[in-house]
């Protein structure tokens, strides 16, 4: 049972212009969600976040929408750049006894063209 | 550099072997967790420490094991290797142990059965 959805295995996108990742998730006891950023050979690292009371999240270049209803977020990256290239999971959490659980998604490879 | 340590990086060995993977967290994080990553898929929460004692389980396998020492380190230790058992291996820390706060990961160690 995947509770963390990423449905596009890899995304294409011309420098400059935006990327749009997506994600699903089934568990309704998710109250917080994450972006990870991995290169090859690197572990994941920590892009941005967001909790379950707000809709957006800004951080620089990295916006991450959250619609609840919907149990759909997305990361936009704006302008994308070449060293945006990498492998972007989501991952969820949620509270009480998970404590810092994180349930991540798939995957997916984001490639950015000059 | 996320901080986080993981040795070996690569381990290689046969099927019903045992092995330890050791993992040293940022410095002031209490917090450590482990996933595995077989080919083409999320990473999978197997189980988390704080503080030296256990936090949160995944669905970690009875062959599998780990601990949280005194000086924070962790070690994870699956036995009785199987073919499936193949993976990356991650370790990550935070400073405390809930959702909320960003999971900062190792490189990770590619353990290889054949």
């Known amino acids: 049972d995947q509770q963390v959805k990423q449905n596009s295995p890899s995304l294409s996108v011309q420098e400059g212009r935006i990327s749009i990742l997506n994600c699903d998730y089934t568990n309704s006891m998710f109250d917080y969600f994450l972006w990870y950023k991995k290169y090859p050979a690197e572990g994941p690292t920590f892009l941005i976040s967001i909790s379950s009371i707000k809709d957006k999240n800004e951080d620089g270049r990295f916006t991450v929408f959250l619609n609840k209803s919907a149990k759909h977020l997305s990361l936009h990256i704006v302008p994308s750049q070449p060293g945006d290239s990498a492998v972007y999971f989501c991952a969820a959490g949620a509270g009480g006894t998970s404590y810092g659980k994180l349930t991540f998604g798939q995957g997916t490879i984001l490639t950015v063209h000059p | 550099d996320s901080g986080v340590t993981q040795t070996p990086k690569h381990l290689i060995t046969a099927t019903g072997q045992r092995v330890t993977l050791r993992c040293s967290p940022r410095s002031g994080d209490l917090s450590v967790y482990w996933y595995q990553q077989s080919l083409d898929q999320g990473l999978q929460f197997l189980i988390q420490?704080?503080?030296?004692?256990?936090?949160a389980k995944g669905n970690i396998l009875e062959r599998f094991s780990a601990q949280q020492f005194p000086d924070l380190h962790s070690e994870l230790n699956l036995s009785s290797l199987e073919l499936g058992d193949s993976a990356l291996y991650f370790c990550?820390?935070?400073?405390?142990?809930?959702?909320?706060?960003?999971?900062?990961f190792g490189d990770g160690t590619r353990l290889s059965i054949l």
């Open positions: 990550a820390s935070s400073v405390g142990g809930v959702r909320n706060q960003p999971q900062h």
């Open positions: 420490y704080y503080n030296g004692e256990e936090r």
